[in-house]
């Protein structure tokens, strides 16, 4: 079993920052991609920010430049610092994970069960 808990989320008004936090625990071998996506009320699922193992980031165009991504190898926990939140930036915010578990040979995909971050103009 691998567990993906997320925290972090909330109401801020806009120009404000949060933190996520993601943490991946259970039978895991090893960690690929670490990431995080958003879905708005109506819209599709998209991706935000990831970062590989090596220490490569990935991040949408809307954000870049206001938000962060970041991990801790050693406690296979990703974060996301968000600087000047729009209130565009308003949506429930999934971690994801590429990864390895104990039991397997090929990698699959897991999901936290999200966090909403709400920015009010």
């Known amino acids: 079993q691998v567990q993906l808990v997320e925290s972090g989320g909330g109401l801020v008004q806009a120009g404000g920052s949060l933190r996520l936090s993601c943490a991946a625990s259970?039978?895991?071998?090893?960690?690929?991609?670490m990431g995080w996506y958003r879905q708005a009320p109506g819209k599709q699922r998209e991706l935000v920010a990831a970062?590989?193992?090596?220490?490569?980031?990935n991040y949408a165009g809307s954000v870049k430049g206001r938000f962060t991504i970041s991990r801790d190898i050693t406690k296979n926990t990703v974060y996301l610092q968000m600087n000047s939140l729009k209130p565009e930036d308003t949506a429930v915010y999934y971690c994801?994970?590429?990864?390895?578990?104990?039991?397997?040979?090929?990698?699959?995909?897991?999901w936290g069960q999200g966090t909403q971050v709400t920015v009010s103009s």
């Open positions: 970062r590989t193992s090596d220490g490569m980031s």
């Open positions: 259970g039978s895991i071998f090893s960690i690929n991609v």
């Open positions: 994801s994970a590429h990864l390895v578990s104990r039991y397997s040979s090929s990698s699959s995909v897991y």
